[in-house]
T-cell receptor
């Protein structure tokens, strides 16, 4: 399975600011995904990031709030824009592996004050 | 819309006391059912993928089984290091290039020595 790293591992931010989260994979992958894990809730897919094309967003998530970049096959970023306390969550990137399996990074723990 | 319900929400066992975790699902055409383990402060760690009813997979003290409506994660003679949150997810045949996994809320397993 791929080795996935995320930066930062955690952050505390003020409302109204933006944070960019980086996801780095140790091998080339075609599909990367961004999930959110809110306290007491299920992991929820935000968007699918494909290299060379626009990200595909799930219902309830919009590009203006969560812009995503995918400049190459080993890297992606997710920006959480104009943050509010409701954005406090764990943000996880994942990659598609063998058949349907997805492998996850360690997550970024975000607290918005 | 795919749905996953995990039970119980929390389970406390004594070391060596075997038990099972349940994952009930509804999905339009199952492409895969996934079990993950998540330790505090970490991302989900992949355990198993099951593709069709009747399939079983084992890894150390864990055994995952699948029917058309639910999956069980059997834990035999658990040890304290098995303490974690166990997540179940499904990928349905929703079409297109969407590889979305739908997760349950997880079962928090605590194994006391």
């Amino acid at each position: 399975s791929a080795v996935i790293s995320q930066k930062p591992s955690r952050d505390i931010c003020q409302r109204g600011t933006s944070l960019t989260i980086q996801c780095q994979v140790d091998s080339q992958v075609t599909m990367m995904f961004w999930y959110r894990q809110q306290p007491g809730q299920s992991l929820t897919l935000i968007a699918t990031a494909n290299q060379g094309s626009e990200a595909t967003y799930e219902s309830g998530f919009v590009i203006d709030k969560f812009p995503i970049s995918r400049p190459n096959l080993t890297f992606s970023t997710l920006t959480v824009s104009n943050m509010s306390p409701e954005d406090s969550s764990i943000y996880l990137c994942s990659v598609r592996g063998y058949q349907e399996t997805q492998y996850f990074g360690p997550g970024t723990r975000l607290l918005v004050l | 819309e795919d749905q996953v319900t995990q039970s119980p929400e929390a389970l406390r066992l004594q070391e060596g006391e075997s038990s099972s975790l349940n994952c009930s699902y509804t999905v339009s055409g199952l492409r895969g059912l996934f079990w993950y383990r998540q330790d505090p402060g970490k991302g989900p760690e992949f355990l198993f993928t099951l593709y069709s009813a009747g399939e079983e997979k084992e890894k150390e003290r864990l055994k995952a089984t699948l029917t058309k409506k639910e999956s069980f994660l059997h834990i035999t003679a658990p040890k304290p290091e098995d303490s974690a949150t166990y997540l179940c997810a499904v990928r349905g045949n929703s079409g297109g290039s969407n590889y979305k996994l739908t997760f349950g809320k997880g079962t928090l397993l605590t194994v006391n020595p």
